[in-house]
């Protein structure tokens, strides 16, 4: 074999693409011709291998996370040169399959997986800096933040109900945003190509550790001035599992709360109050 052809790789990889309030997951590789710059968790697909469990495979390998779902996106290529760690002259061919993915997690792998990755940690897709993503997967982030921006933000929030006929109300922190003791319900925004009922069971499972039923839509609203608009959609759920709540970093305290408290509770949100209140009726009329 000569040095030319010695020194040729080609590269045949899946990516995934998991977005969790606005922020997308990376990885800072450590080695190879993206060395130091952050990349999209994936990897190689093994002979024999079919392409989304190369998917899932990696993910959990490199990230530590367990899919629930996933959806193509887009493909890319990418022509290199490079010296390798002896110094030695590479040129690769990469192509990449790109996947939008869903995920309940706790937590991801900060640390290295001892191959070619130095830990994961999610970025805002505002603030991102271009340069230092691998030149491979700059058009899809691309791609991707433009979906992002040109699509409506949909949240979707739970009144979850215990066994006791209650509600579960999550406490924000206090800071310069947040001045006072505010409450709202579980919940966060829609991600780029999440079902709507995945979503809120994601969220609600992040944010307070419960697996929940969903009953119904109870309350609907568009709320702010910004373009694109802002909804909100309010659903009745229940709890499946264990009551045992463990709330996220997100919020610093939770409490469940009886419908003759409502004007009590201070509010994040006053569609919040209303979609309480929406709830009690309807609780009231047997659903």
């Keep these: ?67 629930d779902n996933y959806k193509f996106f887009n493909y890319n290529e990418y022509f290199s040169e490079y010296s390798n760690e002896k110094n030695e002259p590479r040129k690769v061919h990469h192509v990449g399959l790109y996947y939008l993915v869903t995920a309940t997690f706790k937590s991801i792998k900060k640390d290295s997986d001892g191959q070619d990755s130095l830990g994961a940690e999610f970025i805002d897709i505002n603030k991102f800096d271009i340069e230092s993503i691998s030149p491979i997967a700059r058009p899809v982030i691309k791609s991707v933040i433009s979906a ?10 739970g009144i979850v109900l215990n066994r006791q006929g209650k509600f579960l109300i999550l406490q924000l922190p206090i800071n310069e945003e947040f001045t006072r003791k505010l409450w709202m319900f579980p919940g966060g925004r829609l991600e780029s190509g999440e079902q709507p009922e995945l979503g809120l069971k994601r969220e609600v499972y992040e944010e307070t550790g419960l697996k929940v039923k969903i009953v119904m839509p109870v309350h609907t609203a568009r709320w702010g001035i910004e373009n694109p608009a802002k909804y909100s959609v309010f659903y009745i759920c229940r709890i499946t599992g264990k009551e045992d709540v463990k709330i996220s970093k997100e919020h610093v305290a939770y409490k469940w709360v009886d419908f003759k408290e409502i004007e009590k509770i201070y509010w994040h949100n006053i569609n919040s109050k209303i979609a309480a209140k929406k709830t009690r009726e309807m609780l009231a009329h047997g659903f």
Excluded at 21 to 42: H, T
């Design 148 to 157: 992002n921006m040109a699509k409506c933000n949909i949240g979707e929030y």
């Design 1 to 67: 074999m000569n040095n030319l052809i010695a020194n040729q790789r080609f590269h045949f990889g899946v990516y995934g693409i998991l977005i969790n309030d606005r922020r997308i997951l990376m990885v800072k590789k450590s080695r190879g011709p993206y060395k130091g710059m952050y990349d999209l968790p994936g990897g190689g697909v093994e002979f024999n291998e079919k392409i989304e469990d190369a998917l899932r495979r990696e993910f959990k390998e490199e990230v530590n996370i367990v899919l």
